[in-house]
């Protein structure tokens, strides 16, 4: 069993930025991949893909809308993960969730991934 927990969401304006971590325990962190995912307002039943990086740290995954503006890493002698999110835009906002799994690479698919945090979430306005 994985227990995953997000922090770092907040309320800001367009154009700042924050980052998230997600804090992992119960199973050796530097053994999964991990992902982001975000559920914005009104869409409560799909999960948009964000970013994913590998165990290994050296393969990350991006959605397109996201490039450039947002940088996935993690740190697995603290067992967390991170998601820096610069510039941000109002259509940003959504929940944001970190995934982990068991697997190699960095999976795109929210059914590739085994364990879900919480979420945290992340309000733009302009």
């Known amino acids: 069993q994985v227990l995953l927990e997000e922090s770092g969401g907040g309320s800001v304006q367009a154009g700042d930025s924050l980052r998230l971590s997600c804090a992992a325990s119960?199973?050796?962190?530097?053994?999964?991949?991990m992902g982001w995912f975000r559920q914005g307002p009104g869409k409560e039943r799909e999960r948009e893909f964000v970013?994913?990086?590998?165990?290994?740290?050296?393969?990350?995954s991006y959605a397109d809308s996201v490039k450039g503006r947002f940088t996935v890493s993690r740190d697995n002698a603290k067992n967390t993960g991170y998601l820096q999110i610069n510039s941000l835009k109002p259509e940003d906002t959504a929940v944001y969730y970190c995934?982990?799994?068991?697997?190699?690479?960095?999976?795109?698919?929210?059914?590739?991934?085994?364990?879900w945090g919480q979420g945290t979430q992340v309000s733009v306005s302009s």
């Open positions: 119960g199973r050796t962190f530097s053994s999964l991949a």
């Open positions: 970013a994913a990086i590998s165990w290994t740290g050296r393969r990350t």
């Open positions: 995934a982990a799994g068991l697997f190699m690479g960095a999976a795109m698919t929210s059914g590739e991934y085994d364990y």
